[in-house]
């Protein structure tokens, strides 16, 4: 029928605006590299990434001794950690570590001293189940990694300015304000006694996490609800002498190459931060799902897809979640049974055909295939500025990029399609010697190893 027709032109006309041919990736790529290059080169060089130095100078040597805390705050579930580090051979002896997801009202509406407050709060009840196995020595105070994944300026490894919000957060008065002073004030109020040793963002602490366990990682990847790269930069790069662990802040990444779509726009024009962080809009947790519900919407209004009227809920953002969206790109039942029950439950949408849900797989499909190859483009372009998307002679080193996020982790197709891409981006050869590795957890065991490489007790 027309109407079917008419679904199936805007089907054909986003995919082919979605399109990620090897050409067009290779071109993000390079304009990842470039942009790097700017940004390195000057404060300011490159009007998408910071490339900011994480004043971290010494990763984890494995020599890390005694009890250290984390905090990782950065997203929908914010979670407290102790590991007890039992030195050269000792590893991890013990990790505990509780979650909790952060009230809406505490992202959007409440004062930084609000947030903070809950953060505090969570974490003296944690303090307050440390038990055995966890030693502290007589006289010592316990020490604390944060774990921030927010654009901070860093002034030193303990310090340093909240740049904006990302990620649906929106706190106005914490906006430069030094994250470390509002946590130890906060800290203060409930009585606890804990030296904050480092403040990294979830990067850096998957870097650190991950060069732990494997001395070969030599970059970091996020794709959870956000999107993040960190890697170590080569002495000569950088104006300052030793080597640099850099947080590129990636998600705020824009090239004329990027296959940006009409419902890509809209999602922009619609949230919190207009015209920023556009990468992270099209590959990473929180907007996939929401592209998918916006080209449904368009489905039903234009092709009459779902009946005569426009199911509500399709009408509203971020109704369909990305785990959701996943739920139904991963459906292998004959009848695509998951994906009918899914309409009902997200959008109380019932009595689609078997090939109006087909249709509905390949938006998923379409969405999370462009996220994915993206992603993978984006870790090309770190290689080619390590100076690693080819083997030199005798160089039998392997690279190995550490990967974390509920993203990566959940979402199957998503990754087995990075992988796939970036193996066919760097050839057999190449591909041979760069491995990703689920970092998992990396960044909240990260975070407590940079605050005993920086702990106060030599
Ligand atoms: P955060 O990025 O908030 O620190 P995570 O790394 O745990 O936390 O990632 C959570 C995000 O991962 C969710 O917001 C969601 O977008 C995505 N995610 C979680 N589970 C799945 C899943 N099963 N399929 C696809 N995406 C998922
Ligand atoms: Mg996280």
Not at 155 to 167: D, Q, R, V, Y
Not at 237 to 247: C, D
Not at 250 to 266: C, I, K, M, R
Not at 383 to 404: P, S, Y
């Amino acid at each position: 029928s027309g109407r079917r027709n008419t679904a199936m032109s805007i089907l054909k006309e986003f995919e082919e605006k979605c399109a990620t041919p090897i050409g067009k990736l290779r071109q993000v790529a390079d304009a990842m590299t470039a942009e790097m290059h700017a940004g390195l080169a000057s404060e300011g060089g490159s009007s998408m990434f910071k490339m900011l130095n994480s004043h971290v100078d010494n990763l984890p040597s494995g020599d890390e001794n005694g009890l250290f805390y984390a905090l990782d705050l950065g997203g929908t579930n914010f979670r407290v950690l102790r590991v007890q580090l039992g030195g050269r051979d000792g590893c991890v002896v013990k990790q505990e570590f509780t979650e909790v997801s952060v009230p809406h009202e505490l992202m959007t509406s409440a004062t930084s001293s609000e947030l903070f407050d809950f953060i505090a709060k969570e974490l003296a009840r944690f303090i307050d189940t440390e038990g055995e196995g966890f030693i502290l020595p007589p006289g010592s105070q316990r020490e604390l990694g944060f774990t921030f994944s927010f654009p901070v300026k860093q002034l030193s490894i303990a310090s340093g300015n909240l740049i904006k919000w990302t990620k649906g957060f929106s706190i106005d008065d914490a906006v430069g304000k030094d994250v470390v002073v509002e946590l130890t004030k906060a800290l203060d109020r409930q009585g606890i006694d804990m030296r904050v040793a480092a403040l990294v963002n979830d990067t850096i602490g998957t870097l650190a996490g991950g060069k732990y366990l494997n001395n070969d990682v030599a970059a970091a990847v996020i794709l959870g609800t956000g999107t993040n790269a960190a890697y170590v930069e080569r002495a000569h790069a950088i104006p300052k002498s030793g080597e640099m662990v850099i947080n590129m802040e990636w998600g705020n990444f824009w090239s004329s190459h990027l296959p940006v779509t009409e419902y890509d726009q809209a999602l922009d024009q619609d949230s919190l931060s207009v015209g920023e962080q556009i990468f992270e809009k099209i590959i990473s947790g929180m907007y996939l799902g929401d592209i998918v519900r916006r080209v449904l919407c368009k489905m039903a209004e234009e092709a009459v897809f779902f009946g005569d009227i426009v199911p509500p809920k399709l009408k509203t953002p971020f109704t369909l979640r990305t785990p959701e969206m996943s739920a139904i790109h991963h459906d292998t039942s004959a009848n695509l049974r998951v994906v009918e029950r899914k309409l009902k439950d997200i959008f109380g949408i019932t009595g689609t055909s078997l090939e109006t849900r087909r249709v509905i797989v390949d938006v998923c499909n379409i969405v999370a295939t462009r996220g994915a190859r993206l992603s993978a483009a984006g870790i090309l372009g770190i290689l080619k500025k390590m100076g690693k998307d080819t083997v030199k002679e005798g160089d039998k080193q392997r690279t190995v990029i550490a990967v974390d996020g509920g993203l990566f982790e959940h979402y199957t197709e998503f990754r087995s399609c990075l992988e796939s891409t970036l193996s066919e981006l760097l050839g057999d050869e190449v591909a041979r010697t760069v491995v990703i590795e689920h970092a998992n957890d990396g960044s909240g065991t990260g975070a407590a190893l940079l605050a005993a490489c920086h702990s106060q007790y030599p």
